[in-house]
Structure formats: structure tokens, C-alpha cells
């Protein structure tokens, strides 16, 4: 037996069904238990509860002249049998034969069975549900003490015949009936109809999900007539766009970085060649081809580090050593790496200090970026100027040059992955497009605010700004 031919019990359409089905079935069961099974009971004590107050209402009008007529005139209006019965169980009232619909006299004995309370002074009234030997339905009897009059008691029967309801009950059951098998019906077909309009956008979902899943990258979740489906298929959506990107992201990684290999390696083989081929002998021309692809060796290698860097940023992405840390130490440091271009002319200054709380070795990244790019790109104007400034409980770095500058419009794209300006026919030895992106995600783990300010040639300030050390708060800023 396959999967489609078995009713699969756990599927939203089969459990809608069920649970529509059953809630139609146990209404029409209360139903049918109320009108059929209920009925006689209902109907006895609605009876009982309307012969009893008709009874008190006569009972209170004893004595009164116009008692006869007001026992007459409940007799008709409610199809009861009043009676008035002496101490001895003497009918009376009434004794015209004509004055009654329906009379069930009290016998002797029976007189004395139901009146005995009433007898005693024990009890004014008393109902019952009583079987008189010669009646084959019960009878309501409400009984109770009327008064005194010359010397002589008297009592109040009110009598109702509980008549049989089992031709009601059939017309009934046989409309019951009907109304059943066509709400049974309704219910069916009407939830068939709601639990396959419910699944269907699931099952949708499933289908485009599996078309993705074999590598269908174009693929729409649907949004249907539910919030909580749309909710789900923007979700997917969502989640499909990610998945695209990071695939775009990942060809694009491959791309760049084959790129970037090949012509640095393009160049070393054919200087490599030109020394074999040419220059072997000519010690000046064979150095300056033998720098040439030193100069490409730095660069794959400056590239490597960049690579690895990225990776090591978005893998252990999460995980920080927050410290205070003091940031004139960390710049001192990462300007000894930059010790031999002091030989050259370049100027770096340090102006204030104090502490950070950050993740040192990363923040010394971002260090290390900024100052390379102050480097890289200030031409010839070949100073660099570094801040730390501390206001209130924040801490500022910056990074300025006063070299080529950045346009505007490039200002936010610098960040981006393997962004390298907008000259990219001119070959640049210098960057690898990495180095702003790394330091975006470092900065922005530590949900630092970052960011620059560049006028074309006028220089590039880049700063980030977080919480000042412990020690430093409210005190003094070296
Ligand atoms: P690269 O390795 O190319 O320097 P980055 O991510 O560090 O990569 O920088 C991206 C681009 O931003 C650079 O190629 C350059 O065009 C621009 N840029 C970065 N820093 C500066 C700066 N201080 N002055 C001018 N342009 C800069």
C-alpha cells in the first residue's frame, strides 16, 4: 500500500475533518437528548411548577365572594380540576355536574393518603405526582388548606393530567430526524470543503519548498488568505533570499579571489621568465624585475591575510573578549609594523588617550585597516593624525588622512566586500577590497557606531565611538 491510497491521520485535512465532523455529530447528540430523552421530565415539571401556582393564587382568594367563580374560571383557563374538599373528604365544590371539564374525584381512601399533612396541621400544602387506581396517566395533585368556615375545614385539590407527550416526541423525532441527516451532510461536505481549501496552501508551500531544496533559486513562496501562512511564506521568502545571496556571495567570493590570484601570478611568471630569458646578466634590470615580483609576493600574501582574516571574523562571529583596553598602547603597537615607513617620511601622531571596552585583538584589527588605508591613500601628503577623544561614558578613535580623500557616493560602498573605489581599470597594488568589510563586521559585533567623513582631496577621517573603560569614567583622560 503506497502513502496516497491510506488516509494519513496526521494530515491537517483528515484532522479538520474529523474534529468538524464530531462537533456537528455532538451537537445534533445534545440536541436529541434534550428533546427526545428530556422532554417528559421537562414537561412534568413545568406542569407541576404551573398547577402549584395556580393553587397558591386560589388558596389566597379563599373567603373571598366571588371564590366560585375564580375556581370556574381557572378550571377553564388552564384546563385544571379545582375541587373543594371538606375535613371528612366531602366533595364540596363543585357539585354541578355541568361546572367541570374533567374530574377526577378523590376517593376515600386516596382523600385521606393525600390530605393526611393537611389533616395533621403538619403541613398548608403538599404537591404530588399521583397514580389513582382508576386513571391510567399520573396526575398532578397540589393540595392545600383553604380555611375555616361555620366550624367546618377546608381543603384545595388542583389537579393536572400529565398528558402522554409520545406523539409529540415522534413528530419530533421524525424532524429531528431530517435535520440531522442534513446537517450531517452539511458538516461533511462543507469541512472536505474548508480542510482541503486550509491544506492546499500548505501543501503548496511543501511543493515549492522541495523545488527549492533541488536548487531552484527562483522560486516564490505564495502568499494565500491566511496571516499565518503569509506570515510563513514571507518568512521562506525571506529565508530564500538569504540562501541567493549567500550562493551569489559565495561565486562572488571565488571569482574575486581567483581574479586576484591569477594576475599577481601572471606577473611573477613572466618577470620570472623575463630574468631567465633576459635579464639574468643585467644586474640592474634583473633587480628591478626580481622587486617587481617581491612587490607581488607581498601582495598575495598582504591577500591571504585579508582572506583569512574574513573568514576568521564571520566564523567566530559571536564571540568577544570584552576588556578595557587601553587604546594609545594598542595604536603604539600596531604603529611599530609601520615602523620602516617612518624612515620614509611618514608622520604619525597620537593625540589623547584612555581606555575601551572592546575585544582588543580585534579592535587592533580595525587599528591596523585604518592606518594602512591613511597610508595607502594619502598620496603625498604623508601624515597621519590619530584621536582618542573620551565624552560623558564614550570613547571616540580617529583615523585621519589628508590624502586623495573619498567621493560622497562612494561613502557608503567602501564597506562593502572586495569595494576597491571606482577606478578599477587601474590596477591597485595596494588594497584588496577586504580590509573596510572586516572591519565593519568587527565594529558592528561590538555594536559600535562607526563610520567616515572624506572630502575629495582634502583627507578621510574614519572613527568609531564605544564605552569608556571602568576606569577611566569621571576620571582623567591620559
Ligand atoms: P583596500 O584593501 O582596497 O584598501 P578597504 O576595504 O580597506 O580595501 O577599502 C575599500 C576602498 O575604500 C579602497 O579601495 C579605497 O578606494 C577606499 N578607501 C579606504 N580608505 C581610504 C582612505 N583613507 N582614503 C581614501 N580612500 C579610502
Redesign the pocket.
Known amino acids: 500500500m503506497t502513502r496516497d491510497t491510506i488516509v494519513d491521520q496526521k494530515s491537517i485535512r483528515v484532522k479538520f475533518w474529523l474534529y468538524f465532523s464530531g462537533m456537528a455529530l455532538f451537537i445534533l447528540l445534545l440536541l436529541w437528548l434534550l428533546q427526545i430523552v428530556f422532554i417528559n421530565s421537562f414537561y412534568k415539571s413545568m406542569k407541576i411548577r404551573d398547577t402549584e401556582k395556580v393553587g397558591r393564587t386560589v388558596t389566597r382568594l379563599f373567603g373571598k365572594e366571588d371564590f366560585e367563580d375564580t375556581l370556574l374560571r381557572y378550571s377553564f383557563e388552564k384546563n385544571l380540576s379545582l375541587q373543594v374538599y371538606n375535613d371528612r373528604g366531602g366533595l364540596v365544590f363543585p357539585l354541578n355536574p355541568l361546572d367541570y371539564i374533567y374530574q377526577p374525584t378523590i376517593s376515600g381512601d386516596d382523600f385521606f393518603t393525600y390530605f393526611q399533612p393537611l389533616l395533621k396541621n403538619d403541613k398548608t400544602e403538599e404537591t404530588y405526582v399521583a397514580d389513582y387506581k382508576n386513571e391510567n396517566a399520573s396526575t398532578i395533585l397540589y393540595v392545600s388548606y383553604l380555611g375555616e368556615e361555620a366550624g367546618q375545614k377546608y381543603f384545595l385539590a388542583v389537579s393536572a393530567n400529565v398528558d402522554p407527550v409520545d406523539s409529540t416526541v415522534e413528530i419530533l423525532k421524525d424532524q429531528l430526524m431530517i435535520v440531522s441527516i442534513i446537517s450531517l451532510m452539511v458538516a461533511f461536505i462543507l469541512s472536505l470543503y474548508l480542510s482541503s481549501r486550509l491544506a492546499r496552501p500548505l501543501s503548496d508551500m511543501a511543493k515549492t519548498a522541495r523545488a527549492l531544496g533541488q536548487g531552484n533559486y527562483d522560486v516564490q513562496f505564495k502568499e494565500q488568505d491566511y496571516t499565518e501562512i503569509n506570515d510563513l511564506a514571507r518568512t521562506l521568502n525571506y529565508a530564500t533570499g538569504e540562501l541567493t545571496d549567500a550562493l551569489e556571495m559565495r561565486k562572488d567570493l571565488i571569482a574575486n579571489v581567483s581574479h586576484d590570484f591569477k594576475t599577481p601570478l601572471t606577473v611573477i611568471k613572466s618577470y620570472g621568465e623575463m630574468i631567465r630569458d633576459i635579464s639574468g646578466d643585467n644586474k640592474e634590470l634583473r633587480e628591478k624585475h626580481t622587486q617587481t615580483i617581491l612587490e607581488e609576493v607581498d601582495y598575495l600574501t598582504n591577500f591571504v591575510n585579508?582572506l583569512l582574516d574574513l573568514s576568521r571574523v564571520e566564523s567566530g562571529l559571536g564571540t568577544l573578549s570584552l576588556t578595557d583596553v587601553n587604546l594609545r598602547e594598542l595604536t603604539e603597537e600596531v604603529l611599530a609594523r609601520f615602523k620602516s615607513l617612518k624612515e620614509k617620511g611618514y608622520v604619525f601622531r597620537i593625540h589623547g588617550g584612555g581606555l575601551m571596552v572592546c575585544d582588543s585583538n580585534k579592535i587592533r584589527q580595525v587599528i591596523y585597516?585604518f592606518i594602512s588605508?591613511?597610508i595607502?591613500?594619502s598620496q603625498n601628503k604623508k601624515e597621519i593624525d590619530i584621536y582618542i577623544i573620551s565624552e560623558g561614558n564614550l570613547i571616540s578613535y580617529c583615523v585621519r588622512?589628508y590624502?586623495?580623500?573619498?567621493p560622497k557616493e562612494?561613502q557608503d560602498s567602501?564597506w562593502e566586500r572586495f569595494?576597491?573605489?571606482r577606478d578599477h581599470h587601474e590596477r591597485?597594488m595596494?588594497?584588496?577590497?577586504?580590509?573596510?568589510?572586516i572591519c565593519k563586521n568587527i565594529l558592528e559585533l561590538h555594536g559600535f557606531r562607526y563610520g567616515v567623513k572624506?572630502a575629495v582631496g582634502v583627507g578621510?577621517t574614519?572613527y568609531f565611538q564605544g564605552p569608556l573603560g571602568e576606569n577611566e569614567k569621571g576620571g582623567t583622560v591620559r
Request: no cysteine; charged share 20%.
Open positions: 585579508d585597516n588605508n591613511g595607502n591613500y588622512d590624502g586623495k580623500g573619498i562612494d567602501i569595494y576597491r573605489g591597485q595596494v588594497g584588496t577590497g577586504l580590509g573596510l568589510f572624506s578621510s574614519f
